[in-house]
C-alpha cells in the first residue's frame, strides 16, 4: 500500500473515504457478533477472502458487494454512507 504522505490530493480524499467506509461496514459486523467467515454464511453471503480484502483495504468493493453486504449486516446503504468525508469541492 502506498504511503498516504506521497499521494496526490484526490487519491488522500478517496483512502480518507474508503478507509471510514470500510470502518463502518467492519464496526456494524462487529455489533452483530459476525466474524468474517460468517459473512460468507446464509443468505447474501459474500466469499471470506473477498469479505477479508474488503475490509482489509486491499481491493475495492463492487457495487454488488456493497449491496449484499449492506443486506447481511441489515444497513441502509444512505446510512452507510451518512457523515463520510466528502468535500463536493
Given at each position: 500500500?502506498?504511503?498516504?504522505?506521497?499521494?496526490?490530493?484526490?487519491?488522500?480524499?478517496?483512502?480518507?473515504?474508503?478507509?471510514?467506509l470500510?470502518?463502518?461496514?467492519?464496526?456494524?459486523?462487529?455489533?452483530?457478533?459476525?466474524?468474517?467467515?460468517?459473512m460468507?454464511?446464509?443468505?447474501?453471503?459474500?466469499?471470506?477472502?473477498?469479505?477479508?480484502?474488503?475490509?482489509?483495504?486491499?481491493?475495492?468493493?463492487t457495487?454488488k458487494?456493497?449491496?449484499y453486504?449492506?443486506?447481511?449486516l441489515?444497513m441502509?446503504?444512505?446510512?452507510?454512507?451518512?457523515?463520510?468525508?466528502?468535500?463536493?469541492?
Amino acid at each position: 500500500m502506498c504511503h498516504i504522505l506521497s499521494m496526490k490530493n484526490e487519491d488522500k480524499e478517496y483512502f480518507i473515504f474508503r478507509s471510514e467506509l470500510v470502518q463502518k461496514i467492519e464496526t456494524r459486523r462487529k455489533e452483530l457478533s459476525l466474524t468474517q467467515e460468517n459473512m460468507e454464511d446464509g443468505d447474501w453471503s459474500i466469499n471470506v477472502r473477498t469479505y477479508q480484502r474488503i475490509e482489509n483495504i486491499e481491493t475495492d468493493v463492487t457495487l454488488k458487494n456493497l449491496f449484499y453486504i449492506c443486506k447481511k449486516l441489515q444497513m441502509n446503504p444512505a446510512k452507510l454512507f451518512s457523515d463520510l468525508p466528502f468535500d463536493q469541492h
